[in-house]
């Protein structure tokens, strides 16, 4: 992956921990125990501390970033959606940030609470745990039901079993000329989106 030591601080990764070849990790970075960071993510400690904790994941395309002397940091099992912007902010455990929200400068989201896909939640906003925060700018919106929970649940162990997948098998590869006869479809879950859950 690009790794790259900036003053003297070189990137932490654990080695249960998998990072994509196409990551990008600078300076003051902790990736802890199991944790899954995607396709061209970017975490720059080149200002601020940039860590995650135990099971969390950082899904393709997000950034993490802060300013000088602050944290940017995901507690165990966090879970942040494709292309989400963390900057100088805190992610409990257990939370979720959806896919394309923007998380700013000393927000917290509380622990369990989920951020909806395209939020942004403003600096200084703290999102009580096991609620649901949505909007531009993001307000907090219900409490999260036990079926809410449970699915981010399924849903952040998928993510830490993809993360043993890829150490076990990810290896880049020359793509096939044409599709295999009677090519079958990965079987991985049934986890399926929240919406049809609530349609059940």
């Known amino acids: 992956m690009p790794c790259y030591r900036l003053d003297g601080w070189t990137p932490v990764v654990d080695p249960s921990a998998h990072v994509h070849p196409s990551a990008v990790l600078i300076g003051d970075v902790i990736v802890g125990p199991g944790c899954y960071i995607g396709p061209c993510a970017s975490l720059r400690g080149d200002f601020g501390r940039i860590v995650l904790h135990e099971g ?4 393709d395309t997000c950034v993490m970033h802060g300013f000088p002397g602050a944290d ?28 394309n929200a923007v998380v700013m400068d000393e927000a917290e989201v509380g622990e ?7 939020a942004f939640v403003r600096a200084g906003f703290k999102i009580p745990p096991r609620t649901l925060a949505a909007g531009v700018p993001a307000k ?11 699915w981010k649940a399924e ?10 997948r890829c150490l076990a098998s990810l290896e880049e590869v020359a793509p096939l000329s044409a599709v295999q006869p009677d090519r079958p479809r990965m079987t991985v879950s049934e986890l399926k989106p929240l919406v049809a859950t609530k349609r059940a």
């Open 112 to 118: 369990g609470a989920f951020v909806a896909a395209s």
């Open 140 to 150: 907090v919106l219900r409490e999260l039901t036990e079926q809410e929970l449970a």
């Open 56 to 59: 969390a994941n950082l899904q």
């Open 155 to 164: 849903g952040t162990g998928l993510y830490q079993a993809l993360t043993r």
């Open 72 to 99: 940017t940091l995901i507690e165990a099992d966090g879970h942040v959606g494709h292309g989400a912007v963390l900057h100088g902010c805190i992610v409990r455990r257990g939370a979720l940030v959806g896919m």
